[in-house]
């Protein structure tokens, strides 16, 4: 007696999914996919030639992903960088989840669902591969704070009752960004030659940088004890506010203060300007182990790339003065010295660029 509703539950709900698919327009979104990727992909192939389509679609792609050369980092990685780059959002991100499994209407229920698949999808996917960066997994930073956006108007509608979820991981905020000073007095304290290797580390970034550094922290506290106090008042809404302007200006002011720094030990730039005003235009330049597109993009000269070290001493035993871009560990691991002169090299300590050239008065001049 049962065969019937079983049936007819079946086709509907077969039916409620072909109903959604099709709401979903999936080829004339992939139609929409492949003009816009076309648009710019189709004239750079008719410039660049096949080469350039099989290294833009299938090294950049499948071969990156499924056969790396580099950007190794072990299965939960996304798990340890995601929780910082989502920050301070992130503190709310589990209570989000729970209401929205929990408490949320059916059609609200379905956007929650949706928006833990997008996550879920997205990090399981990108962790498969052994090579990772954190901005393979942007695209899933939206889903995260349109759940988080939700959970703060279910908070704010029953206030009395769901305090807790704002009010905790504000009150999780105010004691992190009070522990980051504290523990670092009590490393200089406790262990000042870490103390003291942690400030070499950052010298290369400029002096006052500590400075800057605890203005930001500084911030971020007064923000997240402005929303506390807000909170504890009964102004849901001021929450947010507080919280995003603190971040906003932190922002600010990382972006005007901070990240100009890192120009001296990230930015190809120098060392470009140094390899442009003293090569000559005939002169070849090579990047060993591997092409690193900043350099050509600042010397604005097609670089060539030896992929093993026999074609790297080929190069450098070219008649004729030639420049060598070589990474600080390609260049430790040769088996056999180049017959090439350091020119300048750039600030980073460990993984950075040496430039090299030809002797003056070496033979091949």
């Not at 710019?40 to 030639?49: E, R, S």
């Not at 235009?281 to 000269?301: K, N, Q, S």
Request: proline residues 7%; aromatic residues 12%; hydrophobic residues 55%.
């Amino acid at each position: 007696g049962g065969s019937p509703a079983v049936t007819v539950t079946a086709g509907v709900t077969t039916t409620f999914a072909g109903d959604v698919l099709r709401a979903m327009r999936i080829p004339t979104g992939l139609l929409i996919w492949a003009a816009v990727v076309l648009a710019w992909l189709g004239p750079a192939i008719a410039v660049a030639g096949r080469e350039y389509f099989d290294i833009i679609v299938f090294r950049q792609n499948v071969t990156r992903y499924a056969d790396p050369w580099h950007h190794f980092q072990p299965f939960y990685y996304y798990l340890t960088t995601i929780p910082a780059d989502f920050l301070p959002w992130v503190f709310f991100l589990p209570g989000a989840l729970w209401l929205g499994w929990r408490r949320a209407t059916a059609n609200d229920r379905r956007g929650c669902l949706f928006a833990l698949c997008w996550m879920a999808v997205t990090v399981l996917f990108f962790s498969i591969s052994p090579a990772k960066r954190t901005v393979y997994v942007l695209q899933m930073f939206p889903a995260m704070g349109m759940i988080v956006a939700w959970s703060f108007s279910e908070i704010a509608q029953s206030w009395s009752r769901l305090r807790r979820f704002a009010l905790v991981p504000v009150g999780l905020l105010v004691v992190l960004f009070a522990a980051i000073p504290a523990a670092w007095l009590l490393i200089q304290r406790s262990r000042p030659e870490r103390a003291a290797k942690l400030l070499v580390q950052i010298e290369p970034l400029g002096p006052g940088l500590l400075s800057v550094l605890a203005l930001l922290v500084g911030l971020l506290f007064a923000s997240a004890l402005a929303a506390w106090l807000l909170g504890r008042h009964g102004h849901p809404g001021r929450v947010v506010g507080a919280l995003a302007t603190g971040m906003g200006a932190a922002g600010v002011l990382a972006a005007l203060l901070v990240l100009p720094r890192f120009d001296l030990v990230k930015s190809a730039r120098p060392l470009s300007q140094k390899l442009f005003a003293l090569a000559g235009a005939g002169e070849p330049y090579a990047i060993y182990p591997r092409l690193d597109p900043r350099f050509v993009f600042h010397t604005r000269r097609y670089a060539e790339t030896p992929s093993s070290e026999a074609e790297l001493q080929a190069f450098a035993k070219r008649s004729g003065r030639v420049w060598l871009l070589i990474t600080r560990p390609a260049l430790a691991g040769l088996a056999t010295p180049l017959p090439l002169a350091e020119v300048a090299r750039d600030a980073a300590r460990e993984d950075g660029f040496v430039l090299l050239a030809t002797p003056e008065g070496h033979p091949s001049d």
